[in-house]
């Protein structure tokens, strides 16, 4: 499962998840895509709790996708120096990444782009158990990324995603008999220590 974490129209992060998809199903992998523009997460968690506010059923919808995925590809501009607001309120109120791998790709339209990988390792594993992979990708001057320009840089960063994109199939292959094991799903240990 793919996310596209930023809260506007036409975005990079779009273009680059998009790419990534591509990417990924060439390697005979299925994908999904999760747009936190068309589908909004509230930042006001109480909304899910509200019937008839849609939240639920946007929750529902990225949650059931969520345990259906084998991996995670998580896709933020940098905002502030944080990944985004939206990706933040989804790993708060979805379920469904527990002892799963995911991939971290930060992009920045200028030389900027590190800080929301540093973020989401810290503050968003904790109650979703998801299982970050020791390789991410930060793409700076994400514009110029992904295209058909040669440059060293476009060259280094296309052969960088593929090593990445390879890495987190492996991880999720190699991480799926872990998810067997029912001692990891007790209640009593739900949430992060």
């Known amino acids: 499962m793919l996310v596209s974490?930023?809260?506007?129209s036409?975005?990079?992060s779009r273009r680059v998840t998009d790419e990534l998809a591509r990417r990924i199903e060439n390697r005979q992998v299925e994908t999904s895509t999760v747009d936190l523009f068309e589908t909004p997460i509230s930042t006001v968690l109480d909304d899910i709790h509200t019937e008839g506010s849609g939240e639920g059923e946007i929750v529902a919808n990225i949650t059931s996708e969520a345990e259906s995925?084998?991996?995670f590809v998580i896709v933020t501009p940098e905002w502030g120096g944080m990944a985004t607001p939206a990706v933040k309120a989804m790993f708060a109120v979805t379920t469904g990444y527990a002892h799963k791998p995911g991939l971290i790709v930060s992009v920045s339209a200028?030389?900027?782009g590190s800080y929301p990988v540093s973020d989401l390792r810290m503050s968003?594993?904790?109650n979703t158990k998801i299982v970050y992979i020791p390789d991410h990708l930060v793409l700076r001057n994400v514009a110029s990324l992904y295209g058909d320009a040669e440059s060293s840089e476009s060259k280094y960063i296309n052969e960088r995603t593929d090593f990445s994109i390879?890495?987190?199939i492996a991880y999720a292959a190699a991480m799926?008999?872990?998810?067997d094991e029912e001692f990891l799903y007790q209640e009593k240990y739900g949430f992060g220590m």
């Open 5 to 8: 974490g930023s809260s506007r």
């Open 10 to 12: 036409n975005s990079q």
């Open 69 to 71: 995925a084998d991996g």
């Open 110 to 112: 200028s030389l900027n």
């Open 124 to 126: 968003s594993y904790k």
């Open 166 to 168: 390879d890495a987190l």
């Open 176 to 179: 799926a008999p872990i998810r």
